[in-house]
């Protein structure tokens, strides 16, 4: 620790997740002095990845942390299994690879040519998302008659996984689709792919919630409705799911497809979602000169007032640094402090208090006992095998938590892994199930969920089987609000306990969203604090994230190998 205390670091950043990483990375060519330090013994924070072994030591973790920590209420449950099941057991702990992130990401995300500009994609490999499917069946009902429970349950020996047509050319080869609702759909597909007609259509129908103005515009009703707002990945019931929100989501979705190849417009990484991506920035750190050091937090910063800026006091002087004390007792000097709410909690308050707002999600992921490789056709001719796709339950198809109703419901969403991410052994698959729903039961409904899901999948000769499931719920710090332009928005929250003429103090990156797709502003945020942070070399710093290949290395694969 000498070593440290010796240093006056340029940037101290806190957290190895995927925004602290990404700055990481951005920094890694800045020639600036930059120590990354994580309280927790793994790489990759809220976005981390585990073995068997590594989610049970995280669930103890997690129960008994004595400081704030964005997780709680975490269980594993190893799920007994009939012995007379032919099925796949659960395999050895790192055969496994469960990831707490197992975000989509959109061919049209900023991150991907960032990862190119920047080399290390080289070391990342990313995996298509193939189908989406929607589940087709309207749950029992309580409190019916005897004619209308007979009929429910009738209909639910129909039930049925149906594809979601996310495309021109799957709503035309939809069989099942009348004529007049083809056209329908077509012109809800012309209009958010249309990015030049949507200022029109938000200022007249913005705050018009999805199905009423799919409903009332182009007479599509309740159940092509769903799958419309399925494409959009909205947490919310679709009664509270505006035109202003559906639009740019559908247009996103729509205008993804074919970029990477044909037929699918989503990918995810390889060997643990977004942890493997930030563990790739992280050694692009490193290699950059970036000093790494796990299991050490932080106690507490002290950032001295500052003086006004003037031509005399362009550098900030060591003795006007801000000190942070770290667990064990030592201390270092830093210019700026950068971290996320979640991992700079307590240290200060000023900026989440006033422009973030907090949102808990119940999470449950559950490893199958078999690959379900119904749910895995290449999404067309010519593609590439998917290794993910993404499953709905619309509103209705399960019955509500108690004192819930139907209309209360948001879509549940799956999203699911085979064995070629590498997150688990050939012949399994892994489900991960979220809900911003709160309510006590909320765990207990999204495991039914899964179930009645499993009980829908054709094609299984043996019964698929849930061997292992991890729960657990997590606090999302979010923006408050949508400031008026991208600009104000990657901006918001960046800086907190010192204003624009000061040199040095406390960064805010932004935690990700709950969202079950990256969001471009997680990277906008990053280049924002990446300016602040950066803004005494003014235009020689250079442009963000684009990096030559390092002179006498072939590849970024190379520099991990010297």
């Known amino acids: 620790m000498e070593s440290l205390k010796d240093t006056a670091w340029n940037v101290l950043i806190y957290g190895t997740g995927l925004p602290q ?151 035309f080869a939809d069989k099942s689709i009348d004529l007049r609702s083809t056209r329908s759909l077509m012109k809800v597909l012309k209009l958010a792919a249309d990015a030049g007609a949507h200022s029109t259509v938000i200022s007249e129908s913005g705050d018009q919630s999805w199905p009423d103005f799919l409903a009332c515009r182009y007479k599509i009703g309740s159940k092509l409705q769903a799958p419309l707002q399925a494409l959009t990945l909205s947490p919310a019931p679709p009664s509270r799911t505006s035109v202003a929100y559906a639009i740019p989501q559908m247009h996103r979705h729509l205008t993804s497809i074919g970029i990477f190849g044909p037929g699918f417009g989503a990918v995810v990484p390889k060997w643990g979602g977004l ?68 991992t700079l909690h307590g240290f200060s308050d000023e900026i ?92 207990q409904f999204l495991s039914s969920a899964i179930e009645t899901f499993l009980s829908a999948v054709p094609g299984e000769a043996i019964s698929p089987d849930i061997l292992w499931t991890l729960a657990y719920k997590q606090q999302y710090s979010v923006p408050s609000s949508s400031p008026p332009s991208d600009t104000q928005k990657a901006h918001a929250g960046v800086v ?7 040199r040095c103090g406390i960064l805010h990156l932004h935690d990700l969203s709950p969202s079950l797709a990256l969001e471009d502003d997680v990277l906008k945020n990053v280049r924002a604090v990446w300016e602040h942070a950066t803004a005494d070399e003014g235009n020689s710093r250079g442009a963000f994230m684009q990096f030559e290949d390092r002179v006498g290395f072939g590849s970024e694969d190379d520099e991990d190998a010297q």
Not at 139 to 150: A, F, I, L, T, V
Not at 368 to 379: N, V
Not at 381 to 390: F, H, N, R, Y
Not at 496 to 502: G, L, M, N, T
């Open 275 to 342: 942890a493997e991506i930030a563990q790739v920035a992280c050694r692009a750190g490193a290699v950059g000169g970036g000093v790494y050091v796990l299991k050490k937090g932080i106690e507490s910063i002290d950032v001295p007032v500052q003086p006004p800026a003037s031509p005399t006091t362009a550098e900030t002087t060591d003795h006007l640094l801000p000190t942070i004390k770290l667990e064990g007792g030592d201390e270092v000097k830093a210019r700026w402090i950068i971290g996320t709410p979640s």
């Open 496 to 502: 907190a306990d010192h204003d624009s003429s000061q």
């Open 21 to 171: 990483s990404l700055l990481a990375l951005a920094l890694s060519r800045s020639g600036k002095s930059v120590l990354h330090l994580d309280h927790n013994d793994y790489y990759g924070g809220a976005e981390a990845a585990f073995s068997l072994q590594e989610a049970t030591d995280w669930v103890g973790q997690v129960n008994l942390a004595s400081k704030p920590t964005p997780f709680s209420a975490a269980s594993i449950t190893q799920h007994r299994i009939d012995e007379g099941s032919l099925g796949p057991r659960l395999g050895f702990s790192r055969a496994y690879s469960i990831s707490l992130s197992p975000h989509l990401i959109y061919a049209r995300s900023n991150l991907v040519p960032a990862l190119v500009s920047s080399k290390v994609y080289r070391q990342l490999e990313f995996l298509a998302v193939g189908s989406w499917w929607i589940y087709d069946a309207k749950e029992e009902r309580q409190g019916g008659s005897p004619e209308e429970e007979e009929a429910s349950t009738i209909l639910q020996d129909q039930k049925v996984l149906r594809k979601i047509p996310g495309s021109r050319e799957d709503v």
């Open 352 to 443: 989440p208090k006033q422009q973030m707002t907090s949102v808990e999600v119940t999470h449950i992921t559950a490893i199958i006992s078999s690959a379900l490789t119904y749910l895995f056709p290449p999404p067309a001719e010519g593609s590439p095998p998917p290794a993910s796709t993404v499953a709905v339950l619309p509103p209705g198809t399960i019955r509500p938590p108690q004192s819930l109703s139907f209309a209360d419901m948001p879509a549940i969403y799956l999203i699911i892994h085979s064995s070629d991410t590498g997150e688990c052994p050939e012949g399994q698959s892994i489900i991960y199930a979220s809900t911003a729903l709160s309510h006590p039961s909320v765990s």
